[in-house]
């Protein structure tokens, strides 16, 4: 590979690219994403090049491994090009067929379209798709068109034209201002504005400054830094080489998480290439701007996404946060300049720098500019990552794009921000997605999860599960977050086992008060607010649990009693021989009933009971009726 | 999957990973990954020999080791199954699996079993969410699953 040397010897190799490419030469796009390899989409890929090779086509298709385009629950997701056909949960066995039929005989194969679960009408195209037509896809669009290990896809698709831009025909303060008058909030959490932070760590003292791409997506139930960082690394790439110009800054460091692995792969991939076409190194395209980059692995700890704490955790020591009188803009990595920003706000930078800050500012709402990636997930009907403009309403991501609640149940809240953020109850679903109003409504943005519960999920047992989990992550160092978290995971515990007492509400309001204003970083700062957003809206759980010991989702264990109705059960034995502590009683023709004193209430017998007898079922907050007498137990069955 | 107890640490192994990373102890993290990698935990000779070899105090070392989740300072067993607890699948009933798996092989989360054969572990969001619950047995992936097929699907390891 040949080192570039300016801008135009960048166009020329884009153009040689282009020139070397047949726009209407059939390509087979498969997803390779970690959710799509979770499904096993590595065999679909071997067996689609199986085909391709027995067909008598190789070098007439291409086949190409990508990134993410998002729909996750379809996967395996595969795109026929230059039609742009998708075709969804696609298997090793359907491979022959899309080739023989899509490829050869320009088909389309319709058991593997997209069917619309209301209309029942096929679509085999993205424009058609509500899932993917809904969305605004500026940064994951590209992630189903190039091979994410071929850095001349990317400059195919116009790659590091921005960059090129940036160096060429701007100063590094006009590239500050563009950023700066795009206004581009930071997509990791705060939605602090980054182009006043750039400039924060442009002006601080010293002569060394340091940028830092932080992919260290703890937030469980997220995933949209991966998906970008697996799928379209350069993009990242290019962002930050473009910060590091503006900002000043020759050395960068990026920060993968460590369950992270496949973002890693290809990010050294990545690097490895853009240094090759020196787009980092020195005189990067023959200008006098000289900068590298590498890469550092998380091991696991939430709390080292906090910039104090990652930048801590890359001078190779415990990642703890440290009190922020002095921002790390200023004293940051060995206590010089660091500019920290999320996957996807670096991800901006290139479109905001070709297409210009007037274009960014015309998308999103007044305060809240461009776009957001949301990973959907939890109780809806299509999980995966969803891009939309800044204003869309909740109600649209959750209904529109992700085609609602599953089996019919109802909707209950929406988890938004993380183990930082609170829920969001039904009422608030016109709510517009941007930072300020999600705030306003006691969560926040966040990194971007969004988690639909229906009527089946218990808000306390919520609250619950994240403080658990933020207690668990918590690092230990001021006391407010190690002891009040602590304290707090008590109470709820009681109140989920059936032993809350009153005032107990009151105590954990109180608890969040001081959690929440004393802690040392945001984890403790913001960890009170799933407790406050649930008791807020759902205070009649909190005191169902409390004074009627009943749990109204009908979750939490110890409040809860399984019960066998006699009418339905047909004495068919497999909850009696799957019990796991012999608490079921009865035999062949004989009803079963369960021995309350013996059962655990680990829910095995409602899993096995045959879904057409459906015998089995939870009761809450009443008492469970009394086993039927012996007598009426018998079955008595005809000879047929 | 590395065998759990079986490999000694051998000290010119650890020489040549120190020497890999220039003996810098901004790069403790990543010599913990490789060691972790290759033995699958990180036996306490191994940490002494880093401490020396890089003059950092032993106390840092063990602190980087245990404040980290990936780091394990038990050994592991030959099978590792890791079992998403993160929020989607946690409404999605993330920890019934947690709790069969656990009586299935009679451990708690975090722990081995005594034959070294499993180690039972929960993670917290695995980015597979569409798949959830989702169990994970040395890198295979388990989605949709029910408490049911978890003793199923263990059995076929040993």
């Known amino acids: 590979m040949p080192k570039l040397n300016s801008p135009a010897e960048l166009e020329e190799l884009r153009q040689d690219i282009l020139s070397r490419r047949e726009p209407n030469k059939p390509c087979i796009a498969i997803c390779a994403g970690t959710g799509c390899r979770a499904l096993g989409c590595d065999r679909v890929i071997a067996t689609f090049k199986e085909e391709v090779r027995k067909q008598g086509l ?14 996750c629950e379809k996967g395996t997701v595969v795109v ?4 742009g056909i998708c075709y969804f949960q696609v298997k090793p066995e359907d491979a022959a067929e899309v080739v023989s039929q899509t490829i050869v005989a320009h088909k389309v194969v319709d058991h593997l379209l997209y069917i619309d679960p209301i209309t029942n ?5 993205e424009k058609d798709i509500p899932f993917y037509k809904n969305q605004m896809r500026l940064l994951l669009g590209n992630n189903s068109k190039l091979d994410p290990r071929s850095i001349d896809d990317y400059i195919a698709l116009g790659g590091y034209s921005a960059l090129a831009k940036a160096l060429s025909q701007m100063t590094s303060e006009q590239v500050l201002e563009e950023v700066d008058k795009a206004k581009l909030r930071g997509r990791g959490g705060g939605g602090f504005p980054a182009g006043r932070k750039w400039k924060t760590t442009r002006n601080a003292p010293g002569e060394i400054k340091y940028v830092i791409v932080n992919c260290d997506e703890g937030d469980p139930g997220a995933f949209m830094d991966r998906a970008i960082m697996e799928g379209n690394p350069h993009s990242v790439l290019e962002g930050l080489i473009i910060g590091a110009y503006a900002i000043g800054s020759c050395e ?14 290809n990010l050294n991939i990545a690097i490895k290439q853009a240094e090759d076409y020196g787009f980092l190194g020195e005189n990067i395209l023959g200008s006098d701007f000289n900068f590298t980059v590498s890469i550092y692995r998380g091991a696991g700890a939430f709390v080292s996404g906090e910039s104090s704490a990652l930048m801590t955790a890359i001078e190779g020591k415990v990642g703890e946060p440290r009190s922020k009188y002095i921002h790390t803009s200023e004293k940051g990595i060995w206590d010089r300049p660091s500019n920290l920003n999320n996957v996807e706000t670096w991800a901006n930078v290139p479109p905001i720098i070709n297409n210009g800050a007037d274009w960014f500012t015309s998308i999103g709402t007044e305060g809240s500019k461009g776009t957001k990636i949301f990973s959907l997930v939890g109780k809806v009907n299509n999980t995966g990552l969803v891009e939309v403009p800044m204003g869309m309403t909740l109600r649209d991501i959750i209904y529109k794009i992700g085609g609602g609640i599953p089996e019919g149940k109802k909707f209950k809240a929406v988890q938004t921000g993380g183990p930082s953020g609170g829920v969001i109850p039904e009422q608030f679903l016109d709510t517009l997605v941007d930072y300020d109003e999600l705030i306003k409504l006691g969560s926040m943005m966040g990194s971007g999860g969004m988690i639909v519960m229906d009527e089946d999920t218990c808000m306390v047992d919520i609250a619950r599960y994240f403080i658990d989990f933020l207690n668990d992550e918590s690092c230990g160092k001021c006391a407010p977050c190690r002891e009040g978290l602590k304290q707090m995971l008590k109470i709820l515990n009681r109140i989920t086992q059936g032993e809350g007492k009153e005032g107990d509400i009151e105590l954990l309001e109180e608890l969040s008060r001081i959690v929440a204003d004393s802690s040392l970083c945001a984890l403790g ?47 068919c034995l497999i909850c009696l021989r799957n019990c796991p502590v012999g608490a079921i009683n009865g035999g062949k023709n004989l009803i079963h009933y369960i021995d309350q004193e013996k059962c ?3 829910g095995t017998c409602m899993e096995v009971c045959p879904s057409r007898f459906n015998a089995v079922e939870k009761i809450a907050g009443q008492a469970v009726p009394e086993p039927p007498l012996q007598e009426a137990r018998v079955i008595h069955r005809g000879k047929s | 999957m590395p065998e759990g107890l079986a490999k000694e640490v051998k000290r010119e192994e650890i020489e040549a990973l120190l020497d890999k990373y220039k003996r810098q102890p901004s790069q403790l993290i990543s010599i913990l990954h490789d060691i972790q990698a290759k033995y699958n935990w990180l036996p306490k000779e191994a940490l002494v020999q880093i401490s020396e070899g890089m003059d950092i105090p032993l106390s840092r070392a063990y602190s980087v080791a245990s404040f980290y989740k990936a780091f394990k300072i038990t050994p592991r067993g030959r099978h590792l199954v890791r079992i998403c607890l993160g929020t989607a699948c946690h409404v999605r009933g993330g920890v019934r699996i947690m709790e069969k ?7 708690d ?22 798949l959830g619950p989702v169990m994970v047995v040395d890198g295979e992936y388990h989605g949709k699953i029910v408490p049911t097929k978890v003793e199923e699907i263990l059995k076929n390891y040993d």
Request: net charge negative; proline share 6%.
């Open chain 2, 109 to 130: 989360g975090g722990e081995t079993t005594p034959d070294m054969k499993f180690t039972l572990e929960r993670v917290n969001c695995l980015g597979c969410c569409a």
């Open chain 1, 80 to 83: 026929i090009y230059p039609q």
């Open chain 1, 600 to 602: 655990t209430r680990c």
């Open chain 2, 101 to 107: 798996a656990e009586e299935v092989l009679g451990v």
């Open chain 1, 252 to 265: 960068g460091f990026i920060y993968v998480r460590e369950e992270y692995p496949l973002a890693v792969e």
């Open chain 1, 121 to 125: 009408e096929k679509a085999a195209y």
């Open chain 1, 525 to 571: 700062g913001t960890a009170p607010n799933s407790v406050l957003t649930t008791i807020k809206y759902f205070r009649d759980e909190y005191e169902a649990h409390i004074k009627e010991k009943r749990c109204p989702a009908k979750v939490c264990r110890s409040l809860l009693s399984y019960y066998i109705d006699p009418e339905k059960c047909q004495a």
């Open chain 1, 58 to 71: 190789v070098g007439k298709v291409d086949i190409k491994e990508t990134g993410c385009p998002g729909f």
